[in-house]
């Protein structure tokens, strides 16, 4: 069973930056496409970024493209999210998910946005912007 843990989350001024990490054990990480996504208060998770098994591929909503930089180290199981100029709007829930690659070719680079290709989810971390 896949496990997520996600940190690095808190209370930060508008401008300012965070680095998120999510933490996965329990199966080969090597062979998951990973994704961050987030939830406001009141409002639907929705994607935020993402990124393939290998490390080259990446893909961000046109809400946080230029800001946010997601990125993965394979040999330590970990894939960050590095978010900078930060504004209030991104105040939210920030959940990291796994999407197993061993399905057909091209599945992740097409559904990488959809909550239904992820197959395991951590618990979040809040994320709250001040202006």
Request: aromatic letters at 16%; glycine letters at 12%; one cysteine or more.
């Amino acid at each position: 069973q896949v496990q997520l843990v996600e940190s690095g989350g808190g209370l930060v001024q508008a401008g300012g930056s965070l680095r998120l990490s999510c933490a996965f054990s329990g199966r080969t990480f090597s062979s998951y496409a990973m994704g961050w996504f987030r939830q406001a208060p009141g409002k639907e998770r929705e994607f935020a970024a993402g990124i393939d098994w290998s490390g080259r591929s990446t893909y961000y909503a046109d809400s946080v493209k230029a800001r946010f930089t997601i990125s993965r180290d394979n040999a330590k199981n970990t894939v960050y999210l590095q978010m900078n100029s930060l504004k209030h709007e991104d105040t939210a829930v920030y959940y990291c998910a796994a999407s197993w690659e061993g399905g057909p070719a091209g599945y992740y680079s097409d559904k990488y946005h959809q909550r239904g290709a992820y197959d395991y989810w951590g618990q979040g971390t809040q994320v709250t912007i001040s202006t």
